[in-house]
């Protein structure tokens, strides 16, 4: 057979490669394989052969590789394995981690009959280990027990591991549940939160956003749950922005990233920085930043924002900044070469 031409590295993915531990990206190879229960570091080799056997997406020219460990309910294991993808066009927001493309395989054939993940392995380029980027840590949020196992492992091979529960601090109140679970729970908890009692500039943000997301009602016919953020300037002034909902859902922008244009013209044009963000929702719950918004807002020097939201009993979470709701994800690092 003719050799596999391999597309020598440049930019972005250049400077991935010698980052310190920080991000990932991701879509399929072959549906659960039925397994004995094997070690990680076998899970580590099998996403490295895979990462090594497959061409560099176009765009990025770096390749992620996942491998999802799974336990069904009859005690048999199996793995799925998956890459990322990324559209041969200018439109990189289509690109699809292997992370998330692996979770689509477990849904399809695994989800529905009671399996459970219990490890992930992410291998990528970089020569050091990078743990999955916030999307997939949300969506493995939302698919997998806390203390399921995530590795990350570089090119050299060397592999790091940390509990799902450190990756994601203030995940979604929405997590595990359907449209029914998430308006039941928005209900009974919606009936007893309220605005911190003992921070006005995070209770005047909050409130602003629940009244805000309350004025969504024709977005609901797309789905229930509405959003709405406001962010907090120094000098007192308050924005907001409502969630744009797609009826693709993937089209969706969530209201904390449609607050970036006037954090950015602010910081350009005043001397009133952004300094609190608050995310809520029509039941009244309030919530971190959603993934995504997470990330653009440390990319792009919003990073010391801060943010906070309900705990699961209703309880107010104390407040963090925006880059440590992102440990492990030093993504700034990107920009300073």
Not at 33 to 47: F, I, L, N, Q, W
Not at 162 to 183: F, V
């Amino acid at each position: 057979t003719e050799p596999v031409l391999r597309r020598e590295p440049w930019g972005l993915a250049a400077r991935i490669r010698q980052m310190e531990p920080s991000r990932s990206r991701s879509p399929h190879r072959e549906a659960a394989t039925k397994e004995p229960g094997r070690s990680a570091e076998d899970d580590v080799a099998s996403a490295h052969a895979l990462r090594k056997r497959y061409e560099p997406p176009w765009q990025s020219k770096f390749r992620v590789s996942a491998v999802l460990r799974f336990v069904r309910t009859d005690g048999t294991e199996g793995t799925i394995e998956a890459v990322n993808a990324e559209p041969h066009d200018a439109n990189i927001r289509g690109a699809i981690c292997a992370e998330r493309a692996a979770l689509c395989r477990f849904q399809q054939y695994e989800a529905a009959k009671g399996g459970r993940i219990v490890r992930v392995v992410c291998a990528t380029d970089c020569k050091d280990p990078i743990f999955p980027g916030p999307l997939c840590r949300e969506f493995l949020t939302a698919t997998c027990e806390p203390e399921c196992e995530v590795i990350a492992t570089g090119s050299d091979e060397n592999s790091v591991a940390h509990p799902l529960r450190e990756l994601l601090p203030l995940p979604s109140l929405y997590r595990l549940l359907n449209q029914d679970g998430m308006k039941a729970l928005g209900e009974k908890l919606g009936g007893k939160v309220g605005p911190p009692a003992d921070d006005e500039q995070l209770a005047r943000t909050y409130t602003e956003a629940v009244a805000f997301a309350r004025k969504q009602k024709a977005q609901a016919t797309v789905f229930p749950v509405l959003f709405a953020a406001a962010v907090h300037f120094s000098d007192g002034r308050i924005h907001t922005a409502a969630e744009l909902k797609g009826i693709e859902y993937g089209c969706t922008v969530d209201a904390v990233s449609l607050l970036l244009p006037e954090m950015v013209r602010a910081r350009q044009e005043t001397s009133a920085p952004a300094v609190a963000i608050v995310q809520a929702d029509n039941f009244g719950l309030a919530h971190a930043p959603f993934a995504a918004a997470r990330s653009l807002l440390v990319e792009h020097g919003f990073g010391d924002v801060m943010i906070s939201g309900h705990r699961d009993d209703g309880t107010w979470a104390h407040p963090m900044s925006v880059r440590s709701s992102l440990p492990f994800a030093n993504f700034l690092e990107i920009f300073r070469s």
